[in-house]
């Protein structure tokens, strides 16, 4: 938090299936398992593309979480399947050992391109949609605590842990 690259809006990607882009994944995917993360956005590495990566099947710093498939997607475009929005924690690699609640929509539908430029079309709910909307945030320069509405419930994650559980 605090690098002007997380504050700008990432470009599409325009060229598919490309040892660059391949190559690109590759370093998010080995970034994202180091850190026990449930998603990454090319922007948290540097890099200024439309590229989010996310899923895992067990994730120890969301132990609660349903498994998420795991997927590469480009170009993502989400919308909302209705007005539910759910609040709850969350965390994120750009902003180490912290937590906050935050609100999202409970389902939506996804579109987007794998890096071949096959078609990703996905309706979802709960955990994962909410992974899919926070990694999507960082394509637009949005950091999950500039979607906290009340900032009692940002903090440490040591000193949440007795609220979160």
């Not at 180091?34 to 120890?60: K, M, T, W, Y």
């Not at 998420?68 to 690699?93: H, K, R």
Request: contains cysteine; glycine residues 10%.
């Amino acid at each position: 938090m605090g690098d002007p690259r997380l504050w700008q809006k990432a470009q599409p990607v325009v060229h598919f299936n490309t040892p660059e882009l391949l190559a690109l994944i590759t370093d998010m995917e080995e970034t994202m398992l180091s850190l026990d993360g449930a998603g990454l956005a090319a922007p948290q590495i540097g890099v200024n593309l439309r590229v989010i990566i996310f899923g895992f099947e067990h994730n120890p710093r969301y132990p609660e979480a349903d498994d998420v498939p795991y997927t590469v997607l480009l170009n993502p475009e989400i919308t909302p399947l209705s007005d539910e929005i759910e609040e709850a924690l969350e965390g994120c690699l750009s902003v180490p050992g912290l937590r906050g609640s935050v609100p999202r929509w409970q389902r939506l539908r996804y579109k987007g391109f794998d890096p071949q430029g096959k078609l990703i079309d996905r309706s979802v709910e709960g955990f994962h949609a909410r992974v899919v909307q926070h990694e999507c945030d960082h394509l637009d320069g949005i950091l999950y605590p500039m979607r906290i509405q009340d900032m009692h419930t940002f903090g440490y994650t040591d000193a949440l842990a007795g609220e979160a559980g």
